[in-house]
């Protein structure tokens, strides 16, 4: 079972979920990264932004235990995003099973994320939410 990608509905997660599985991944030695995209107009935005450039880097090395979330992502479910495609070649073909991705979004947005054939991230995710 591969757990790098990990995908959850927002409207099923309780209140405080991220802020506890951050804090423990951190007490083990975890570095955690969080980029809320509902902050932003556009995905490319929300990366390019200098305040998460601590989050692209995260993205960019695999060379030690992190954990990335990617809250209200809804942003990045469209298939002519072609953000997404890029994110999908960074953490799915990595060497390290290093990094640990969490997609955060409404249910619509995950099934169009993970369950259409055409998109970048198909059947590339294990669900933590039903």
């Not at 951050?22 to 990264?33: I, T």
């Not at 070649?89 to 640990?100: A, C, G, V």
């Amino acid at each position: 079972m591969n757990l790098q990608i990990i995908s959850a509905d927002s409207y099923l997660l309780r209140s405080g979920f991220i802020e506890e599985a951050s804090e423990l991944a951190r007490k083990a030695g975890v570095d955690v990264q969080y980029l809320d995209f509902s902050r932003y107009d556009s995905p490319e935005e929300a990366l390019k932004n200098p305040d998460n450039m601590n989050f692209l880097h995260a993205i960019e090395d695999d060379t030690k235990p992190r954990l990335l979330w990617f809250d209200n992502c809804d942003s990045l479910a469209p298939l002519s995003c072609s953000l997404t495609y890029s994110l999908r070649s960074q953490l799915t073909t990595r060497l390290t099973n290093n990094i640990q991705s969490v997609f955060i979004a409404k249910k619509e947005a995950l099934d169009l994320m993970f369950n259409n054939y055409s998109a970048a991230f198909y059947h590339s995710n294990f669900s933590i939410t039903q």
